[in-house]
């Protein structure tokens, strides 16, 4: 535990020396956080089709005929709104003022519109031998409402920012470009219905852009503007989903 702690202390005298000699610039140890605002979508698209039952017999001219029942279902959920306060937090390190590589957490709550639709069927088949010959297909029920509704999202990963302006006479010094990825999850619950809708969990990417002022030799101040979305999700086979958010931060950052 002691050679710990000592190897802690020796990278933050480190990092102070470092920051003592380069004031303005991003270099050694990374902390960054932001508190904005932000937009969440997020769909669902369940379909599911299962065998019910059936019965068979060979007809008069010897063609095995065969009744089979199916249930069929559709269901889109759908959620849309905004959040704040949305929090950021970064851990990392800066490498000469022109890279800084970070672990990343994000989170927020938002409020706004969740809908359901829902429509079920009933399909009868009729098989000739095994090969399909009719099929008719009956609506047995439809569900359509939307109400208000609340969601979470959250997400955590690795990321990197680039710097492209290492010239601290330019008016362009502390723009920045990014990009991360990592994992993402969220749910919407519908207020009305006491149900939840449009869960996702998957793999995000996110590209960002924005612009820092220092206020002091370590510390700066700055607004960040990003895009994430879901590249990949963990569905169901048969299933479709989506997620992204934009976000608009004010951002803090040491180091």
């Known amino acids: ?7 802690l202390v020796c990278i933050l005298v480190f990092a102070t020396v470092a920051w003592a000699e380069n004031p303005h610039e991003h270099r050694g140890f990374y902390f960054g956080t932001g508190l904005g605002v932000s937009y969440l979508s997020s769909a669902l698209n369940v379909n599911d089709f299962y065998f019910s039952s059936g019965v068979g017999q060979r007809n008069l001219d010897g063609i095995y005929e065969e009744n089979r029942h199916y249930s069929e279902h ?6 849309s ?12 390190a800066s490498f000469a003022n022109l890279l800084t590589f970070y672990f990343n957490f994000r989170g927020g709550l938002y409020s706004g519109e969740g809908k359901i639709y829902k ?3 009933n399909v009868d088949r009729v098989y000739l031998d095994e090969i399909l010959n009719q099929e008719d297909r009956g609506l047995v029920g ?21 710097y492209p302006f290492r010239n601290p006479a330019s008016p362009m010094y502390g723009f920045y470009v990014g990009v991360a990825g990592g994992a993402d999850a969220s749910v919407a619950r519908v207020n009305a219905l006491a149900n939840n809708i449009s869960g996702s969990m998957g793999i995000f990417t996110r590209y960002e852009i924005g612009k820092e002022w220092w206020v002091s030799d370590t510390w700066a101040i700055g607004v960040g503007f990003d895009f994430t979305v879901e590249v990949y999700g963990n569905n169901n086979d048969g ?6 958010t934009i976000n608009l931060f004010l951002r803090l950052t040491h180091g």
Do not use: Q
Request: glycine residues 12%; neutral net charge.
């Open 239 to 244: 299933d479709d989903g989506d997620c992204h």
């Open 1 to 7: 535990m002691m050679k710990i702690l000592k190897k």
């Open 81 to 92: 709104g905004f959040g704040f306060p949305s929090l950021d937090f970064r851990f990392g």
């Open 119 to 121: 429509e079920d069927y």
């Open 74 to 79: 559709h269901r889109k959920e759908r959620f």
């Open 142 to 162: 439809k569900f359509d409402r939307k109400d208000d509704a609340y969601a979470f999202y959250g997400a955590f990963g690795l990321g990197f920012t680039v």
